[in-house]
């Protein structure tokens, strides 16, 4: 049987025990909605092709009270990559099949071409290939299916991610402006220059599924991911799923009209809250207050933290902003917690204030009781979050 001929219950069976494992069968059947039998129906064969496996140690079984037998997903089986783009840079991470880092990579883009982007994608899979020694897997059952690896050269996924409008389900990307890109059939391309089974995903959403998993939206009914950076965007975690939109949009708070009529954004329209607090428009916006052309990023939060009143007026700007756009989330969404990641997260200090200020303004009731976490996330973990959700799709029909 191959990967994608599995049942859609195995793919459901499978996806619960990455993101809540170990667990006894029982509490598999509660999670999924399975009965028993289904349960033991779809366990056999995964457990049979080693992509599962039983531990020792009984647990007590809660409903009954009578030890029962934990099963887990098999770490070593799989290997997975994961890939996260920016404008001017990969990172890559190989991972098993828990999301857990073997081997990490980066290599510096010289065009945002695609074809140079697709060429160096396959380039930085065979590097990591090589460093983390990925052949096909020794402990591997006879019986198992050995095509996806195989073909792959011992990598059973690869997921890449993308800011912009991604949709995941046609892998293609429909636009990312920092890449200037329209309609690239990503997914097809990658795995065509690779060899491995490739998705794509919206580099928001595939961080925003690693921060459920294993980050710090582990066990919440609700959070969202805000990322402040080049561009601001948002994952939204409702029930225990990422929102990824009926069209492939979802959670772009960057475009929040709430920033105000006087700066454009790249998107076009005016009043973006990525068009006075991403750090391209902080940057624009504090060389406009001082009248320097070639102010940087660095040196705006060099001269704001040394008190200058221009510059720090925009990044209060930007705060307010922030604020606002946080306060729609909540009201909206009502989330458990908005963790605040991102290259921003390093100037947090100088638009911290304004952002609680803001929030608390415009927070309907007890939506202001939302818990705000900063927490700076490297770009591996971003691209972890692409080997995540490659991890999650292994058994997805039609993968
Ligand atoms: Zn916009």
């Given amino acids: 049987m191959t990967l994608a001929d599995r049942p859609p219950a195995a793919a459901l069976v499978f996806r619960t025990l990455l993101a809540h494992g170990p667990l006894t069968r029982a509490e598999v059947g509660r999670r999924t909605g399975l009965s028993p039998g289904a349960v033991t129906k779809v366990a056999t064969p995964l457990l049979a092709d080693g992509w599962i496996t039983e531990l020792g140690r009984p647990a007590v079984e809660k409903a009954t009270g009578r030890p029962a037998t934990l099963v887990a997903v098999r770490a070593e089986r799989a290997r997975l990559i994961g890939v996260k783009i920016t404008g001017d840079e990969l990172i890559g991470v190989l991972t098993d099949l828990t999301a857990r880092p073997l081997a990490t990579r980066r290599a510096e883009l010289g065009s945002r071409d695609v074809g140079a982007v697709v060429l160096a994608v396959a380039r930085l899979v065979a590097a990591l290939r090589t460093q983390a020694g990925a052949g096909p897997e020794s402990t591997e059952p006879e019986d198992a299916e050995p095509e996806d690896a195989e073909r792959g050269g011992g990598v059973h996924g690869l997921g890449v991610t993308v800011s912009g409008d991604v949709d995941g389900r046609t892998g293609t990307v ?194 202001a009781d939302c818990d705000i976490l900063v927490r700076p996330l490297p770009f591996e973990e971003w691209a972890r979050g692409g080997a995540a959700v490659a991890a999650q799709q292994l058994f997805a029909p039609g993968a």
């Fill in 174 to 367: 429909a636009y990312s402006p920092f890449l200037d890109w329209r309609r690239v059939p990503l997914a097809r391309l990658v795995e065509s220059a690779t060899g491995v089974p490739t998705l794509i995903e919206n580099d928001v959403r595939a961080l925003t599924v690693a921060e459920q998993w294993f980050g710090a939206g582990v066990g919440l009914s609700s959070f969202a991911l805000v990322t402040v950076g080049a561009g601001i965007g948002a994952g939204l975690s409702i029930g225990g799923r990422v929102v990824s939109g009926a069209r492939g949009v979802a959670g772009e708070i960057g475009h929040l009209p709430v920033g105000g009529g006087d700066r454009v954004c790249t998107c076009g329209n005016t009043g973006c809250v990525e068009a006075v607090a991403s750090t391209h428009a902080i940057t624009d916006q504090a060389r406009r207050a001082t009248g320097d052309p070639g102010l940087t990023m660095r040196d705006a939060v060099r001269r704001a933290h040394d008190g200058d009143p221009a510059v720090r007026a925009v990044f209060a700007r930007a705060g307010r902003a922030m604020g606002r756009a946080l306060a729609s989330v909540a009201n909206l969404v009502g989330p458990e917690r908005i963790i605040i990641s991102g290259e921003g997260v390093a100037s947090y200090d100088l638009y911290a204030d304004q952002i609680r200020q803001t929030f608390a303004a415009h927070a309907f009731g007890a939506a």
